[in-house]
């Protein structure tokens, strides 16, 4: 299903770049009235092409986030959305990387102070600290 969506438009977008190199080549080497009606059936056929083209999108499997359609909307320049994203992104993770290493820090001071506080629990904090990937206690 997906592929015939996708094979049907790209066909229909072949279509209309060939309207519009033929419509081109017409209004380059105009010859007069018997130029008009050439011209006249390619027009009508770009048009057909576009309408179809502009049915069959809607049935195409892709998703645009409604932000990045916003945005060129507006006459802004997708490259610029994607890197603020990315940017935005890269931020997100160094803040997360930052609060991970915290919490391992944090999670072996809690394993010391607990095994030299409470002796009998040395082997349960071992294994704990052991299967969160941190070191054992000494």
């Not at 299903?1 to 309207?19: H, S, T, W």
């Not at 048009?47 to 179809?52: A, D, F, G, H, S």
């Not at 506080?117 to 040395?122: C, D, H, I, K, V």
């Amino acid at each position: 299903m997906a592929n015939d969506a996708m094979d049907k438009i790209e066909k229909q977008l072949q279509e209309v770049i060939q309207d519009l190199y033929v419509l081109s080549v017409q209004v380059h080497a105009y010859q007069g009235p018997e130029t008009t009606e050439a011209m006249i059936y390619q027009i009508k056929s770009l048009t057909t092409n576009l309408i179809e083209l502009s049915r069959a999108a809607p049935h195409l499997p892709t998703t645009i986030p409604p932000e990045v359609i916003e945005y060129v909307e507006s006459g802004r320049n997708p490259d610029i959305y994607t890197r603020e994203f990315v940017e935005l992104v890269q931020k997100n993770n160094d803040h997360l990387r930052g609060k991970m290493l915290a919490f391992r820090g944090f999670r072996d001071v809690l394993a010391d102070e607990i095994s030299s506080a409470l002796p009998e629990l040395r082997d349960q904090v071992e294994r704990v600290v052991q299967e969160t990937g941190g070191r054992a206690p000494p």
